[in-house]
């Protein structure tokens, strides 16, 4: 049987790897940032200067950027660092990820074992790490993408909305300046995600929301036929108790109500993610974090390798019509999935 992809130059792949520890470090530690300050191209003892480094480290620092292309080098030994600095802001960050993911190894090496737990919770370091994308920019541009067009099937702008699986509350909080007319309930099963949310809405000033320390799968009985949407944000793929969730957002949901679960856009199947940007991007955080906590529950485990197709299936077993919104049809990968009762 002839096989439906072709396998990349792993020679190449790990060199890279190696490369992005390196500008994860120079990110981390202010290197990179010295480097846009500086006028460019600069020495590497321009660069030690401003970044308050040792010479030395500073140019073996500089030899692996040069090696891997991330940095440039003139005839007469100066450097430039030719990328955007947004760019270098989020790819950054992104590489910092990678020391992040190592320290989780001890545990996922123990959790992939025949005999060892079925997973392990949040790490809490990852979780800070994930909230530094949640600025208020890049949630803003997400709501008026993503979430008003789903706002929009319900006429009006007071609404009641339930948010499950908040986190730090960045996300709600936005929410509730787009819909201040709204009253916003928030929920996560983290206590230390709920008191770091409720210090920073004290600083905010917002009279429109609740945080409650809460599981999405435990709703409560006297909740029912109350909110007219349901929000759930990169939460199903990293639960173990999907069933007692989509059970209970049915019944807190309004006749009329609509529910958005948001989740990465990946196939459920593997033949679908050959060359896809999307799923080499998100997968290894599912294998490091989001399939061991879906892991810790009764049935197996999710993870973002669940995908789009089989998640939508979960969702029309409980009773949800899927609907469309915008031009992409439900039967197309995507983040959203919206529904309402049938």
């Given at each position: 049987m002839?096989?439906s992809?072709n396998?990349?130059d792993?020679?190449?792949?790990?060199?890279?790897?190696?490369?992005?520890?390196v500008?994860?470090?120079?990110?981390?530690?202010?290197?990179?940032?010295?480097?846009t300050?500086?006028?460019?191209?600069c020495?590497?003892?321009?660069?030690s200067?401003?970044?308050?480094?040792?010479?030395?480290?500073?140019q073996?620092?500089l030899g692996?950027?040069?090696?891997?292309?991330i940095?440039?080098?003139?005839?007469?030994?100066?450097?430039?660092?030719?990328h955007?600095?947004?760019?270098l802001k989020?790819?950054?960050h992104?590489a910092?990820a990678?020391?992040?993911?190592s320290e989780?190894?001890p545990?996922?090496?123990?959790a992939?074992?025949?005999?060892?737990p079925?997973?392990?919770g949040?790490h809490?370091?990852?979780?800070?790490?994930?909230?530094?994308f949640r600025?208020s920019e890049?949630?803003?541009d997400?709501n008026?993408?993503?979430?008003v067009p789903?706002?929009n099937?319900k006429q009006?702008?007071e609404?009641?909305?339930?948010?499950i699986?908040?986190?730090?509350?960045?996300?709600?909080r936005?929410v509730a300046?787009?819909?201040?007319?709204?009253?916003?309930?928030?929920?996560d099963?983290?206590?230390?995600s709920?008191?770091?949310a409720?210090?920073?809405?004290?600083?905010?000033?917002?009279?429109?929301?609740?945080?409650l320390?809460m599981?999405?799968?435990?709703?409560?009985?006297?909740?029912?036929n109350?909110?007219?949407?349901?929000?759930?944000?990169?939460v199903?793929?990293?639960?173990?108790e999907?069933?007692?969730?989509?059970?209970?957002?049915?019944?807190?949901l309004?006749?009329?109500?609509?529910?958005?679960?948001y989740?990465p856009?990946?196939?459920?199947y593997?033949k679908?993610?050959?060359?896809d940007?999307?799923?080499?991007y998100y997968?290894?955080f599912?294998?490091?974090?989001?399939?061991?906590?879906s892991?810790?529950?009764?049935?197996?485990?999710?993870?973002?390798?669940?995908?789009?197709?089989?998640r939508?299936q979960?969702?029309?077993e409980?009773?949800?019509?899927?609907?469309q919104?915008g031009?992409?049809?439900i039967?197309t990968i995507?983040?959203?999935?919206?529904?309402?009762?049938?």
């Amino acid at each position: 049987m002839t096989s439906s992809t072709n396998a990349r130059d792993l020679e190449q792949i790990v060199r890279d790897g190696l490369s992005t520890l390196v500008f994860a470090f120079g990110y981390r530690t202010g290197i990179v940032d010295a480097f846009t300050k500086l006028k460019q191209p600069c020495t590497a003892e321009e660069l030690s200067q401003k970044a308050g480094k040792k010479l030395r480290y500073i140019q073996e620092w500089l030899g692996c950027m040069v090696a891997a292309g991330i940095v440039t080098i003139t005839d007469d030994d100066k450097y430039t660092l030719p990328h955007d600095e947004a760019q270098l802001k989020i790819w950054g960050h992104t590489a910092t990820a990678i020391p992040i993911l190592s320290e989780m190894i001890p545990k996922l090496e123990e959790a992939t074992a025949l005999d060892g737990p079925k997973g392990f919770g949040y790490h809490e370091p990852f979780l800070q790490w994930v909230d530094v994308f949640r600025s208020s920019e890049a949630l803003q541009d997400w709501n008026q993408r993503l979430l008003v067009p789903a706002m929009n099937l319900k006429q009006g702008d007071e609404f009641m909305i339930l948010d499950i699986g908040c986190g730090f509350g960045k996300h709600s909080r936005e929410v509730a300046k787009v819909y201040p007319r709204s009253k916003i309930t928030a929920i996560d099963m983290n206590q230390f995600s709920i008191d770091n949310a409720k210090r920073e809405l004290t600083k905010s000033g917002l009279q429109n929301i609740e945080y409650l320390c809460m599981k999405g799968g435990q709703l409560p009985e006297e909740w029912a036929n109350r909110f007219d949407f349901v929000i759930i944000n990169d939460v199903l793929h990293d639960s173990y108790e999907v069933d007692e969730i989509l059970k209970g957002i049915k019944r807190v949901l309004k006749p009329d109500g609509f529910a958005a679960a948001y989740d990465p856009a990946v196939s459920s199947y593997h033949k679908k993610v050959i060359n896809d940007a999307t799923a080499q991007y998100y997968l290894p955080f599912s294998l490091f974090s989001c399939l061991p906590v879906s892991s810790m529950g009764p049935s197996e485990g999710l993870g973002i390798g669940w995908g789009y197709e089989r998640r939508k299936q979960k969702i029309e077993e409980h009773g949800f019509r899927v609907v469309q919104v915008g031009d992409k049809d439900i039967e197309t990968i995507q983040e959203g999935i919206v529904f309402q009762k049938m």
